[in-house]
Every structure is written in C-alpha cells, then in structure tokens.
C-alpha cells in the first residue's frame, strides 16, 4: 500500500448534549485523523430534539506510514459558548479505521454510507450520536494544478496507461516492420 485518501461525510448529530442555557447552540466539529485535524463549519442546532445538520466532506491524504499506524478517526463536538470566546465541550465519538483501510486496500476502494456513532461524554456515559460515511480510495494522492483546482490521482491509472502506452509501441514497431525487407539482423529483434 502506498498511502491513500481517506474522505469522512459529516452528515450530522442529534441528541446530543446541550452546553449553554441561553441561545440556540452553534456546533461544530474537530475531525482528528492522526496528525491531522480538520474543522467543520459551525451550525445551529434544533432546540427540541437537540438535532443538527453539516453534511461536510473532509478529505485526509495519507502516506503509507500513517495507513499502517492509524487505528482511529476522532471526532470531538464542540458548542461556541453566545457570551464567551470559550467553547464547550459536547462529546466525543471513535471510529476504528483499521478494518476499513485493510479492507479498502484490498478491493481498491471501500465506501460506507453515513451510519450512527455514539457520542461519548466526559463522564464516559453516552448521550445521542453523530452519523459519518467514510470512504478509502488506496494508492491515491493529491495533485494541485493551476488556479487552485486540486484532482485525485491513482497510481493504478499510471502503470495501467503506462502499460498501454507500451503495448501501443511494441505493436508499431512490429507493425513498421512488415512492408520492408528483413535482413538477418532484423529477424532476431523480432
């Protein structure tokens, strides 16, 4: 395996744990893959079923190292407190991710549609769930091209266009070689 992209759909939560007593709450969540951390745009929530909707895609590119040393995916929800710069802390949800990426890097590609996950508090209880979809496309990276356009490149398309490629070539040279004549030499390059 050679790495790969991991794409994590935040579909949304209900629920969940209520922090501030004025206000309707603005959620968000901080989507931890490793290393790397990612934000989700902040939303408000229902006030009677404590429901709230992102449907964000967040894509995390990972090296072949990170691949074989990632076990989870954590994503920590967080209420922005109406009268403070402070945020509360709503819960906690783990995604273990190392069936998925084994299991992707097998088929070339898993995808799994949003499902619920529990979401833990501090007290280790569980109040409501935040629903994800993940997707693993292995042997895969990011390519940045002109005017901020970023497209996703396999390494399957190379050595499959490379090997066409090289098909073609073979074929031409054989090809060119018939409507001559052939001296000894040429018989053993054929």
């Not at 691949?67 to 783990?94: P, Q, S, Y």
């Not at 994800?132 to 042997?139: A, H, M, R, T």
């Not at 050595?159 to 052939?182: A, D, E, P, Q």
Request: charged fraction near 30%; hydrophobic fraction near 35%; glycine fraction near 8%.
């Amino acid at each position: 395996m050679k790495g790969g992209i991991l794409e994590v759909f935040l579909e949304g939560a209900k629920g969940i744990r209520r922090t501030n007593l004025i206000g309707k709450p603005k959620y968000y969540v901080i989507i931890e893959c490793g290393i790397q951390h990612q934000k989700s745009k902040s939303a408000k929530g229902e006030h009677q079923n404590h429901k709230v909707t992102w449907n964000e895609k967040f894509i995390f590119e990972l090296s072949m190292s990170e691949c074989h040393k990632l076990t989870h995916l954590r994503l920590r929800i967080m209420d922005k407190e109406l009268f403070a710069n402070d945020t509360g802390f709503v819960g906690e949800a783990w995604v273990y991710l190392e069936d998925i990426l084994m299991e992707g890097n097998e088929k070339g590609l898993i995808e799994l549609t949003p499902k619920p996950y529990n979401v833990v508090l501090d007290d280790e209880t569980y109040k409501g769930e935040i629903r994800i979809g993940l997707k693993f496309i292995p042997n895969t990276f990011i390519r940045a091209e002109g005017r901020g356009v970023v497209t996703l490149k396999t390494d399957h398309e190379e050595t499959i266009w490379k090997k066409l490629v090289n098909f073609c070539k073979m074929t031409w040279r054989k090809l060119s070689s018939y409507g001559r004549k052939l001296n000894a030499n040429d018989y053993k390059r054929i």
